[in-house]
Structure formats: structure tokens, C-alpha cells
């Protein structure tokens, strides 16, 4: 993998022209013919202060391949999950087994069921590079493929509705954020209206991601975490989130160690994901901080150079521990780009309101 990155670019939160419409490849439309190829990137949320406010989506992708038809042997029909019976979805999971509920199936019922949208028979293939549990928005990603699914077929849906739409179905704004609209997401909840601000993340600024074979549901990570905290506590990630933002938005890297540090949830989860505590005490000239990946247990590294021997320092931490993990160095899904492999990154962010 190479360790150096383009130039520092300039990003900022200023307004651009929305971009509405599904992710993906058309098909569908009528008789059959074809099949719908989506692609939805995960997510890595909170970046360190941004407690359920900050994300930046990810290109690792959830795959969908859709095509009328069916049930066909080796498929597996789904049940109805929002009351509308009578209509066999049939999913094929290709490299993982689904554990729970299918979120993807979930959204698809429930925006179908609001529009009164008739549901055909449909044979979806899945695969997912992003881990189940692994805080890298895996849940998410299924209820954004849901929605998509859906706005593949029924036609355009305003992104107002899909943002609010995915919020009610996930509990909270920030990965279902980045993962509908790519690049790095602030998110707001004011009274039950959801406001967005997108903007595009430094290309020059390298993700390292270390996921520990350890699954962590976002709840049992929540459990952890105090219902109050102190005023001091309070004020500290407030001064974060501002000096993070723009850091990244003059792209001054250098500030970024201090600006990751968070009170309001790294803290209590160090008792339950292993290797945090140590990764976030990890120095090298070249590492600009480190951060917990949502409700864990993937940790994120960042730097422009040397990226392999930032991967490395991760990987010893879990070798240490016997814990098999998985380290890559990631690319942002970009704002604004559609999921598909044709991406291409748009200047600066974008303001979205949702009800």
C-alpha cells in the first residue's frame, strides 16, 4: 500500500447545489430485465469528541445485486417485517451470515409501505466488505441500501425524507449520514428536525483502521456509558469538536492529536474494547492521533506518511493479545459521489434539513 498522499487540499462547510437521486446501476424498471447494482460505503462516526454527531463514510461497501424473479433453491424468503405480506423478497448473503434482523429488508418494507409502492418479487444478493459489529456503520449501510433499494425503483426520493426516514429506523443521525451522503457529516437533531452539513474530508489525510475479531453491538457499548457528565467534561469536547473541524478544514494536521481526544465515551469504553487503550496511547512522528470507530471495537489511526508502520504498530497491539484483527488503510467514500465504482469527489458541503 503506498504511504504517501497527495497535497494538502482546503475544505470547508459551504453551500454547493444538492445532488438528489439512487446509488447505483438502473434496472428494474419494468419487465425484468437487468438488475440493480448498489454499492453503500460504511462509516466511521464520532471521530474521537463528535459523540453521534461527526461521521465520515468509508470505502468499504455494501453490495447489493438485484433482479426480478422467483424464489429460486438456495434462497432464502424473507418475512415480512413492516406488514406487508404476500411478497417474497429472497436474500443470498454471499460472505456473511446474517445475524438478527435484516435491516436492509426493514427499510425497504417500511418507505415502500409509506408511498403505497407495490413490492415485486425480487432475488437480492448481498455482500459487504464492512464488518457486522465492528463500528464501521455496518447497520446503517443495510438501512441506507434499504432506502436506495427502494428509490431504485419507485424513483427519485428527496433526501430530506431519507435522512429522516433512516434516523427513525437507526436511533441515531450520524452514520446513516455519512453513508447516504458520503464525505464528512456534522449532524443536528433540533426539536426532531435532523439537519445535515456535509463537506469533503483531505485527500491527503489517510485513514488506518484496526478491527479486532471481537463483536461489539452498538448497545452493549452504549451500557458502558454514564447518563450524565460534569460541566468540565462538557466543555472539553465542545473545544474538540470546533478545533477538529477546522483542522480538517485548513487541513493543519497538526493539531488533530489534541482535537481527537474525547471524554464522553472513549474513556468508559476502554474497559470493553480491548487494544483502546493502548492504541490511544500510540506516538510516532508521522501518526496525528487516534480515535475509537463509533461504538467500537475498530480503532482509527490517522497520518499522511508511513502508513505501513502506523499499521503495523496496531497490529502489534492485538498480536500482543492473541486477538486476531484485520488492519487496512482506508479511502473516504467522497461527498456527493454516487456508490458505485465510476466515484468522483465534489468540492466543499452541502446543508441538508430533514423532518
Same mark, same amino acid.
Given at each position: 500500500?503506498?504511504?504517501?498522499?497527495?497535497?494538502?487540499?482546503?475544505?470547508?462547510?459551504?453551500?454547493?447545489?444538492?445532488?438528489?437521486?439512487?446509488?447505483?446501476?438502473?434496472?428494474?424498471?419494468?419487465?425484468?430485465?437487468?438488475?440493480?447494482?448498489?454499492? /453503500?460505503?460504511?462509516? /466511521?462516526?464520532?471521530?474521537?469528541?463528535?459523540?453521534?454527531?461527526?461521521?465520515?463514510?468509508?470505502?468499504?461497501?455494501?453490495?447489493?445485486?438485484?433482479?426480478?424473479?422467483?424464489?429460486?433453491?438456495?434462497?432464502?424468503?424473507?418475512?415480512?417485517?413492516?406488514?406487508?405480506?404476500? %411478497?417474497?423478497?429472497?436474500?443470498?448473503?454471499?460472505?456473511?451470515?446474517l445475524?438478527?434482523?435484516?435491516?436492509?429488508?426493514?427499510?425497504f418494507?417500511?418507505?415502500a409501505e409509506?408511498?403505497?409502492?407495490?413490492?415485486?418479487?425480487?432475488?437480492?444478493?448481498?455482500?459487504?466488505?464492512?464488518?457486522?459489529?465492528?463500528?464501521?456503520?455496518?447497520?446503517?449501510?443495510?438501512?441506507?441500501?434499504?432506502?436506495?433499494?427502494?428509490?431504485?425503483l419507485?424513483?427519485?426520493?428527496?433526501?430530506?425524507?431519507?435522512?429522516?426516514t433512516?434516523?427513525?429506523?437507526?436511533?441515531?443521525?450520524?452514520?446513516?449520514?455519512?453513508?447516504?451522503?458520503?464525505?464528512?457529516?456534522?449532524?443536528?437533531?433540533?426539536?426532531?428536525?435532523?439537519?445535515?452539513?456535509?463537506? #469533503?474530508?483531505?485527500?491527503?489525510?489517510?485513514?488506518?483502521?484496526?478491527t479486532?475479531?471481537?463483536?461489539?453491538? %452498538?448497545?452493549?457499548?452504549?451500557?458502558?456509558?454514564?447518563?450524565?457528565?460534569?460541566r468540565?467534561?462538557?466543555?472539553?469536547?465542545?473545544?474538540?469538536?470546533?478545533?477538529?473541524?477546522?483542522?480538517?478544514?485548513?487541513?493543519?494536521?497538526?493539531?488533530?492529536?489534541?482535537?481527537?481526544?474525547?471524554?464522553?465515551?472513549?474513556?468508559?469504553? #476502554?474497559?470493553?474494547?480491548?487494544g483502546?487503550?493502548?492504541?490511544?496511547?500510540?506516538?510516532?512522528?508521522?501518526?496525528?492521533?487516534?480515535?475509537?470507530?463509533?461504538?467500537?471495537?475498530?480503532?482509527?489511526?490517522?497520518?499522511?506518511?508511513?502508513?505501513?508502520?502506523?499499521?503495523?504498530?496496531?497490529a502489534?497491539?492485538?498480536?500482543?493479545?492473541? /486477538?486476531?484483527?484485520?488492519?487496512?488503510?482506508?479511502?473516504?467514500?467522497?461527498?456527493?459521489?454516487?456508490?458505485?465504482?465510476?466515484?468522483?469527489?465534489?468540492?466543499?458541503?452541502?446543508?441538508?434539513?430533514?423532518?
Amino acid at each position: 500500500m503506498p504511504t504517501d498522499q497527495p497535497s494538502k487540499p482546503t475544505t470547508g462547510f459551504c453551500p454547493i447545489e444538492p445532488t438528489a437521486g439512487s446509488l447505483g446501476t438502473p434496472g428494474l424498471p419494468g419487465t425484468g430485465a437487468g438488475e440493480i447494482i448498489l454499492r /453503500i460505503p460504511g462509516s /466511521i462516526a464520532n471521530l474521537g469528541p463528535g459523540f453521534d454527531t461527526l461521521a465520515v463514510a468509508v470505502q468499504l461497501y455494501l453490495t447489493l445485486r438485484v433482479r426480478r424473479g422467483p424464489e429460486e433453491p438456495g434462497l432464502h424468503p424473507s418475512t415480512p417485517t413492516t406488514g406487508v405480506p404476500g %411478497t417474497p423478497l429472497n436474500f443470498r448473503f454471499v460472505n456473511q451470515t446474517l445475524d438478527g434482523e435484516n435491516y436492509i429488508e426493514r427499510a425497504f418494507r417500511f418507505i415502500a409501505e409509506h408511498h403505497n409502492f407495490p413490492i415485486p418479487p425480487l432475488v437480492i444478493q448481498v455482500e459487504s466488505d464492512i464488518p457486522m459489529k465492528g463500528g464501521l456503520g455496518s447497520s446503517a449501510a443495510a438501512t441506507v441500501a434499504g432506502l436506495r433499494l427502494f428509490e431504485a425503483l419507485a424513483g427519485p426520493v428527496d433526501e430530506q425524507e431519507l435522512l429522516t426516514t433512516a434516523c427513525e429506523l437507526e436511533g441515531h443521525p450520524d452514520n446513516i449520514a455519512a453513508a447516504l451522503l458520503g464525505g464528512l457529516t456534522v449532524s443536528l437533531d433540533a426539536g426532531g428536525a435532523l439537519h445535515v452539513l456535509r463537506s #469533503t474530508w483531505p485527500e491527503s489525510l489517510a485513514i488506518v483502521v484496526a478491527t479486532p475479531e471481537h463483536h461489539l453491538a %452498538t448497545k452493549a457499548s452504549r451500557a458502558v456509558l454514564p447518563v450524565l457528565v460534569s460541566r468540565e467534561d462538557a466543555i472539553f469536547n465542545v473545544q474538540r469538536v470546533a478545533f477538529l473541524l477546522e483542522a480538517l478544514r485548513s487541513a493543519d494536521f497538526t493539531l488533530l492529536r489534541d482535537a481527537l481526544e474525547d471524554r464522553l465515551h472513549q474513556p468508559y469504553r #476502554t474497559q470493553i474494547v480491548p487494544g483502546l487503550k493502548e492504541a490511544l496511547a500510540l506516538r510516532h512522528p508521522s501518526l496525528f492521533g487516534v480515535c475509537l470507530s463509533g461504538a467500537g471495537p475498530s480503532i482509527c489511526a490517522f497520518a499522511e506518511h508511513d502508513l505501513e508502520q502506523i499499521s503495523a504498530m496496531l497490529a502489534d497491539i492485538y498480536k500482543e493479545k492473541s /486477538i486476531p484483527c484485520r488492519v487496512q488503510i482506508l479511502k473516504v467514500h467522497p461527498t456527493n459521489a454516487p456508490a458505485s465504482s465510476q466515484s468522483t469527489q465534489k468540492p466543499f458541503a452541502e446543508s441538508v434539513h430533514g423532518r
